[in-house]
Nanobody, 118 residues
Framework: VQLQASGGGLVQAGGSLRLSCTASRRISSYIVAWFRQAPGKEREFAAA???????FYADSVKGRFTISRSNTKNTFYLQMNNLKPEDTAVYYC??????????????WGQGTQVTVSS
């Protein structure tokens, strides 16, 4: 599976962005997720969606970010609202079929930069 992320950009604090990740083939049975990596920091989990529609979020984004998916389009999204400067990072989409949110994500997109100015 190849993943292509898009939608990053520069936004002011309090603004919104929607990231998209399109897969090269059907991923309806996969767990899909978004991770992010800020400068000088390790990559961290942001949000995930299971094949059955369950969603999981890091505490730092809960209530502001929403992960969703369109199985007909082989695409999943990350709607980011009320963005904060600390959300600035490269965002990566990922997918796996290990069956667990904490499992190994074997498929990764190339990353898209999100910059939030204060």
């Amino acid at each position: 599976v190849q993943l292509q992320a898009s939608g990053g950009g520069l936004v002011q604090a309090g603004g919104s962005l929607r990231l998209s990740c399109t897969a090269s083939r059907r991923i309806s049975s996969y767990i899909v997720a978004w991770f992010r990596q800020a400068p000088g920091k390790e990559r961290e989990f942001a949000a995930a969606s299971t094949w059955s529609g369950g969603t999981f979020y890091a505490d730092s984004v809960k209530g502001r970010f929403t992960i969703s998916r369109s199985n007909t389009k082989n695409t999943f999204y990350l709607q980011m609202n009320n963005l904060k400067p600390e959300d600035t990072a490269v965002y990566y989409c990922a997918a796996q079929n290990d069956g667990s949110i904490s499992g190994n994500y074997g498929y990764w997109g190339q990353g898209t930069q999100v910059t939030v100015s204060s």
